[in-house]
């Protein structure tokens, strides 16, 4: 059974920083893409990063170069570290994998910025 739980959320201020997790189960981690997605109030769920296997990543222009996404194989665990936050980076974020052309996500965890 697929399991993705993430934590790390909360309220900060404008211009901090928050590391999201995002802790996997019932896959096998270190051969899985893993991705982060947002949904703010009244919007579409929207992506945010990637990150595939072999390391490489990949960004919404709306985050490059203050979002990093990261992963510990080992502990089979993702992460999303969030720099220079800004209000409109309001949202609940969720983790996403694909397992056998599956989409499975996680519960989301609310990030909440005040200006």
């Known amino acids: 059974q697929v399991q993705l739980v993430e934590s790390g959320g909360g309220l900060v201020q404008a211009g901090g920083s928050l590391r999201l997790s995002c802790a996997a189960s019932?896959?096998?981690?270190?051969?899985?893409?893993m991705s982060w997605y947002r949904q703010a109030p009244g919007k579409e769920r929207e992506w945010v990063a990637t990150i595939v296997t072999n390391g490489y990543t990949n960004y919404a222009s709306s985050v490059k170069g203050r979002f990093t996404i990261s992963r510990d194989n080992a502990q089979n665990t993702m992460y999303l570290q969030m720099n220079s936050l800004k209000p409109e980076d309001t949202a609940v974020y969720y983790c996403?994998?694909?397992?056998?052309?599956?989409?499975?996500w996680g519960q989301g965890t609310q990030v909440t910025v005040s200006s």
């Open positions: 996403k994998c694909i397992v056998r052309l599956a989409d499975y």
């Open positions: 019932g896959i096998t981690f270190s051969i899985t893409t």
